[in-house]
């Protein structure tokens, strides 16, 4: 057997540990079964994301995305509004 050691915050391993006891693992047992399915997938056993459910390539496209609307507006090659309620009179013009 071999000993893996990590550093971790306290909040993050507080929370984890709360849900592992809920499922009656502890940080151990949830660390092998982890490292199991990474050897069995050949790689991150769930999608990874963003804390807001993109994954990282997506939500790098959505920021790209948006400066490249910002950019076309300020050139007023697109016509771009501040609020929903001015888009919306402007609409039903």
């Not at 971790?8 to 499922?23: G, H, M, S, Y």
């Not at 982890?34 to 994301?49: A, D, H, M, V």
């Amino acid at each position: 057997m071999h000993t893996i050691q990590i550093r971790i915050d306290k909040k993050t391993k507080q929370d984890a540990n709360r849900v592992l006891d809920r499922l009656g693992l502890d940080m151990s047992s949830a660390v092998k079964i982890y490292l199991r399915q990474i050897s069995r997938t050949n790689g991150i056993p769930f999608r990874l994301t963003t804390e807001n459910g993109f994954t990282p390539t997506q939500e790098q496209q959505l920021i790209d995305e948006s400066n490249e609307m910002l950019r076309l507006c300020k050139k007023g090659k697109i016509k771009g509004y501040t609020s929903s309620k001015k888009m919306i009179k402007d609409l039903l013009a």
